[in-house]
């Protein structure tokens, strides 16, 4: 499929078209970031009520900009097509749920859920109540919120507990600081819920959307839905890493249609829309706990291994073309954090992963391209960093797994030094 053009849409657009869209980009941007202070501003606020506010912005900008670029293939995402939706309305043919049909907020805790949300938590009092309250507020859908509290310092797990006391859907996992990885397995391994979804404790849902995802997996009988995601800026971080995040979590394409995992990968990464982040999928908890689809313990990019052991798995995924996802971007974050070893060690396990659970599956020629693209994709993350590594972080990472598959690629990623 052709590469992203700069052109417009429609071709022929001249020069000073196109400057004038970029002025309207600055200008989006600077309404984005104002209202994200505002809003900030609201001591009463709650996810569920800031999710309107926030979310056309992003989407504005997104619409702006693609109206710069013109996409080679199949269903791409226009602007227009990306706002707030009824689940069940069809999108170049496709149902799109955004926001459930109207219904009511039951607080009661049945044994059996329709979805299990699991909430890992580590020092994030800051931002739980906006997180939990944009769970708790969904409609049409019984849900279980779990929250592994794993070993913070600040009043994090006092939050969790007031939550806890007021809405018997919430349950708290407490253990010792661990990462989110064991936090998320604790979570899978406690999930009553027939769907599983993930949650990162500084993030929310902008709108009441879960009933609709529910619904769309369950008529559809899938194994995996997936789902886009906004991000926004909350601090001052980096100008590259906000410039990398900013439209990251947004597919340029619908993928509506039902197909096999290994085949969405290939669509997606076709389009260069793969997206490894956790929290854009929703997955039957039967099919996950069958699949053995696991997070690697203590390490960082570890979503990496887990989503695409999902997806390989997957008889039945779809795609739905909506932003579900509020993906805050701040100081002190993983991803705005991330030191060099912890990076190459986790590429470096998680590509090790990879390779290993492509090992004796057959694919079309087609498919195996792109997925050999997403693998390596990994191992190059690696290779891009470790060239900083000192001598004695270097043999930590060759500790981390003495495999002989392992240490084939340690020698492989350990050439990139001298590069």
């Known amino acids: 499929m052709p590469e992203t053009s700069t052109s417009d849409t429609g071709g022929n657009a001249p020069d000073s078209r196109i400057d004038r869209l970029e ?45 710069l670029t013109s996409r080679g293939e199949g269903a791409p995402v226009s602007g227009s097509q990306r706002g707030p939706q009824v689940a069940g309305e069809s999108v170049s043919g496709q149902p799109t749920p955004f926001r459930a049909v109207p219904g009511t907020v039951s607080t009661v805790r049945v044994a059996e859920p329709d979805v299990s949300v699991v909430v890992p938590v580590h020092n994030s009092e800051a931002w739980l109540d906006d997180c939990l309250s944009s769970v708790l507020a969904q409609t049409g859908v019984t849900l279980e919120v779990i929250c592994i509290n794993d070993g913070s310092t600040d009043d994090s797990r006092a939050v969790l507990q007031r939550f806890a006391d007021q809405d018997p859907r919430v349950s708290i996992i407490d253990q010792p600081n661990q990462g989110q990885s064991v936090g998320r397995n604790a979570g899978l391994d406690a999930a009553a819920g027939r769907y599983l979804i993930y949650l990162d404790s500084d993030d929310f849902w902008p709108d009441d959307t879960l009933a609709g995802l529910v619904r769309r997996a369950d008529e ?31 597919r340029a394409h619908a993928y509506g249609e039902v197909r096999p995992g290994p085949q969405m990968i290939a669509d997606m990464r076709r389009n260069r829309d793969y997206r490894p982040h956790v929290g854009m999928y929703i997955a039957r908890t039967a099919f996950v706990r069958d699949s053995a689809s ?78 050999a693209e997403v693998v390596y994709g990994v191992f190059d993350g690696a290779s891009k960093k470790v060239a900083s590594l000192t001598p004695s972080e270097l043999a930590e990472v060759k500790a981390l797994d003495g495999r002989p598959d392992a240490q084939l690629a340690f020698f492989a990623l350990k050439k990139f030094r001298s590069r």
């Open 294 to 371: 696991r997070f690697i313990p203590g390490i960082i990019h570890q979503d990496n291994p887990y989503t695409f052991a999902l997806l390989l798995n997957a008889e039945r995924v779809a795609h739905t073309d909506a932003d579900i996802y509020a993906r805050r971007i701040r100081p002190g974050s993983t991803i705005t954090t991330l030191h060099d070893a912890r990076s190459v060690g986790g590429y470096f396990l998680s590509y090790v992963a990879m390779v290993r659970e492509i090992q004796g599956r057959e694919f079309t020629p087609e498919v195996t391209d792109m997925i």
């Open 220 to 250: 559809q009988n899938l194994d995996v839905l997936m789902f886009d995601c906004y991000a926004f800026l909350d601090g001052t971080v980096a100008a590259a890493t906000w410039k990398r995040y900013s439209t990251y979590y947004q």
């Open 23 to 67: 002025q309207e980009l600055d200008v989006v941007r600077a309404q984005r970031d104002a209202a994200r202070r505002q809003v900030r501003a609201l001591e009463s606020s709650t996810a569920y009520r800031i999710g309107g506010k926030a979310a056309w912005l992003p989407r504005k900008l997104r619409g702006l900009r693609r109206r």
